[in-house]
């Protein structure tokens, strides 16, 4: 078990500019989430997927970031024209499920500083 | 929309006394979670409370989950300068299995 492996650590772009970040959960869990934590804030849902399939989006979740989940492995997270408002740490977790519900493990996370 | 709150957000406490963390909640929930988080870190699962009365500990740390109250608490007994760090709880809605909802987090200071 290599845990949740999330790529890059840190991210720094210029506004406008489109940023993509890679997710690999731990290999037997099914479940994918994304979550985005500002400074002294809890993370806040953004998607989650179980296998290739996005099951829900948050509202915070605008027209210009989109996640996907091809093979039901690896996930990335796309967010385009981004805005200073954009600058957070994003997080990825995975869990299994199962009977009963498993805690969602967490990534190390990109931290995203939009100029 | 759930709303978790957790008081008090900023705690300091000297080394071996004890304190208390408590987290409320907005709607029914059955499940309720309990994350470690160090500085520039990722959040650690602590506990997983599945129903009403449930209590775990673990070192100096124990957990509890009340139902009908919709509150959980996170003691801590005799604290030590490890224990610094940031602790949030969260819930689910149970409908909609692994979508969280997290408190602000307490951040705890121990201090010799």
């Known amino acids: 078990d290599t845990g949740v492996s999330q790529n890059p650590r840190h991210k720094i772009t210029k506004r406008g500019q489109n940023v993509t970040f890679r997710c690999d959960p731990i290999s037997e869990h099914n479940r994918l989430y994304w979550y985005r934590q500002t400074l002294g804030q809890g993370p806040e849902f953004l998607t989650y997927?179980?296998?290739?399939?996005?099951?829900?989006k948050s509202r915070l979740l605008s027209d210009r970031f989109s996640a996907e989940r091809p093979k039901g492995s690896f996930s990335t997270l796309e967010i385009q024209r981004t805005e200073q408002g954009d600058s957070a740490m994003y997080l990825c977790?995975?869990?299994?499920?199962?009977?009963?519900?498993?805690?969602?493990?967490f990534g190390n996370g990109t931290r995203l500083t939009v100029t | 929309e759930l709303k978790v709150e957790q008081n008090p957000l900023f705690l300091s406490m000297q080394e071996g006394k004890n304190y208390t963390i408590y987290c409320n909640y907005s709607?029914?929930?059955?499940?309720l979670y309990w994350y470690r988080q160090d500085p520039g870190k990722s959040l650690e699962s602590l506990f997983v409370?599945?129903?009403?009365?449930a209590v775990k500990q673990e070192g100096r740390l124990m957990a509890s989950l009340d139902t009908k109250a919709r509150l959980s608490t996170l003691h801590i007994t005799a604290a030590v300068h490890d224990l610094s760090a940031t602790y949030f709880c969260?819930?689910?809605?149970?409908?909609?299995?692994?979508?969280?909802?997290f408190g602000r987090g307490t951040q705890l200071t121990v201090w010799p």
């Open positions: 997927f179980q296998n290739e399939a996005q099951l829900e």
């Open positions: 409370l599945l129903s009403n009365g």
């Open positions: 969260a819930v689910d809605r149970g409908s909609t299995l692994g979508r969280l909802y």
């Open positions: 977790a995975s869990s299994l499920a199962a009977r009963g519900q498993s805690p969602l493990h």
């Open positions: 709607t029914t929930s059955d499940r």
